[in-house]
């Protein structure tokens, strides 16, 4: 009975290690690492797992060593055997080991491998190493990718030329690359991150700007091309333009604002300096006292100046992008055409004159560049009609000007006639009806007082009728009629005392008058003997 009890406690002591090893199978077969069990170096034992992972069957596993299955060297340089061997005795001496590893597959191809190595018994007496392989490739390789994608990443965001940046509702910068801290004059990011509490009361150079950033941020989530002007550090002004949105946690609360940000310092310049530009020229071109435009290639003007303006009687906008086909009569506009053509195949201004509403106008028009290889029409529209009506009247004038001057020298051509005819007369009269008379005088006895009289008056009429006193009279106006006696007798070769003699007045006086006689004939400082003069101008 006692035998047979034995028995039947053998048989269910069996029964369970039979259940157990089942149980041990399957787990061993079905994990999902791969597991190998070595006695010494040797391996004994592997699951389906590790067959799959090196791509092999049991035959190529079983009895083989671990750096069978390993490249000659690891990454850290250790030859693979004497490595896997001193791992195997520290886990043997109880030391359990976890550690990576590189193995090599069945076809040669390497991978890399988390393993942990530890002693189990599967009797006293027989101690066996239990190793658990897990392949981390895949993860190794997603690390690496990580990594170069965060490289990737951080050499973006150190080297963009976009300032980067994240700051809290309050103001704080909690993130910056080297650009924004460039921008804000900090020489690092840390620098910034650590210098600045609040943006809206340190920065900006108006408090208003950063309340109405996060005014836009708040209500739609995000800000595109936000202008503003803020401080650098040394407090210089800056002008930068944000995009940036809106950073919430799970129950909608703000936690950051982040973006980027562009220093827009020169194109604010460039357009202040455009738009002062644009007033100037707007000032002068309204200023001028000619019409201006400026047409494009298709003849559409893109300026119109106020006289322009007024000219069309419409507003810029109905002016502008429209041609004179849109604006003025098809005949008007037609002329147009024509000389903006002509204009545009020319180097040279052309000038046209067109008669609108009775007024008379000069178009110049002249060929421009307007980038890109372009061209255009610029043109100058001056009202002439006044000139022109001033031209045809000084014609008019001119014409009954010119007669009136042929009608003049006519008289004057009678004048002279006249005059010669005056002349002959009284020539003719002296000689007939003067001088016989005076010669009978002269046969006369007279006394000599007497004679010279009648000398002096016969030489008188002699000068009346010769060129000598017509010269005198028109080239020596300016003398007394005293001083044209005196020049007279100086030419006869009278002396001082006899001239005054003749004329009844006293030497010193002669002497005077012949001075002035040489002032007045520009004789004052010459060595010219002034009764030789007066007879040179007979």
Avoid at 141 to 157: H, N, P, V
Avoid at 293 to 310: C, G, H, P, S
Avoid at 396 to 404: C, D, S
Avoid at 511 to 521: A, E, G, S, V
């Amino acid at each position: 009975m006692k035998k047979k009890d034995d028995i039947t406690k053998l048989k269910l002591i069996l029964s369970k290690l039979r259940e157990s090893e089942v149980k041990y199978r399957t787990l061993f077969d079905n994990a999902n690492d791969a597991i190998f069990i070595m006695e010494g170096d040797i391996f004994i034992d592997c699951n389906r797992k590790f067959l799959n992972m090196f791509g092999c069957s049991r035959d190529h596993i079983i009895g083989q060593t671990p750096y069978a299955f390993s490249p000659p060297f690891q990454p850290d340089g250790m030859p693979s055997r004497k490595k896997a061997v001193e791992k195997g005795k520290a886990a043997l001496a109880g030391e359990p080991q976890f550690f990576e590893w590189r193995h090599r597959r069945h076809d040669g191809t390497l991978f890399d491998a988390e393993v942990s190595l530890n002693r189990i018994e599967l009797d006293k007496k027989r101690p066996v190493l239990q190793a658990i392989v897990r392949d981390v490739s895949d993860r190794r390789e997603a690390g690496k990718r990580l990594r170069i994608s965060e490289e990737k990443y951080r050499s973006i965001f150190e080297n963009a030329i976009e300032g980067i940046f994240q700051t809290t509702p309050e103001g704080k910068v909690i993130t910056a690359n080297t650009t924004f801290a460039k921008m804000y004059g900090y020489n690092s990011p840390q620098e910034i991150m650590n210098s600045i509490t609040d943006m809206g009361k340190e920065i900006y150079v108006d408090p208003e700007d950063r309340e109405r950033f996060k005014a836009i941020c708040e209500e739609h989530g995000f800000v595109e091309g936000f202008e503003e002007q803020v401080y650098r550090k040394d407090r210089k002004k800056i002008w930068v333009s944000l995009n940036a949105r809106t950073v919430r946690d799970e129950n909608g609360k703000t936690l950051c604002y982040e973006g980027t940000i562009e220093d827009i310092t020169r194109r604010k310049e460039m357009e202040n300096a455009l738009r002062a530009s644009e007033e100037r020229y707007r000032t002068f071109i309204d200023s001028t006292s000619d019409a201006v435009f400026l047409k494009d290639e298709k003849l559409r003007y893109v300026i119109v100046n106020r006289l322009l303006r007024a000219f069309f009687q419409k507003g810029e906008d109905e002016i502008i992008g429209k041609t004179d086909f849109e604006l003025r009569p098809r005949e008007d506009a037609e002329k147009a055409k024509r000389a903006d053509t002509k204009s545009l195949k020319s180097s040279s201004i052309v000038v046209t004159e067109e008669t609108v509403n009775d007024r008379i106008y000069e178009i110049r028009r002249f060929a421009v560049s307007l980038g890109e290889g372009k061209r255009g029409i610029g043109g100058f529209v001056r009202d002439i009609t006044k000139r022109k009506r001033a031209e045809e009247e000084l014609k008019i004038k001119t014409l009954n000007l010119e007669e009136v001057n042929a009608a003049l020298r006519v008289l004057l051509r009678q004048r002279d006639q006249d005059k010669n005819e005056v002349e002959d007369k009284v020539l003719n009269n002296v000689k007939k009806l003067v001088l016989p008379y005076m010669e009978r005088l002269k046969e006369r006895r007279l006394d000599d007082e007497t004679k010279t009289y009648l000398n002096i008056l016969e030489t008188n009429l002699q000068n009346i009728v010769s060129p000598f006193v017509q010269k005198m009279s028109s080239t020596y106006s300016q003398f007394t009629p005293t001083e044209v006696r005196v020049a007279n007798l100086i030419r006869d070769g009278k002396t001082i005392k006899e001239i005054a003699g003749i004329s009844g007045i006293s030497e010193n006086a002669v002497n005077h008058h012949r001075q002035n006689i040489r002032n007045k004939l520009g004789l004052n400082r010459q060595k010219v003997n002034l009764r030789t003069y007066l007879a040179s101008l007979v």
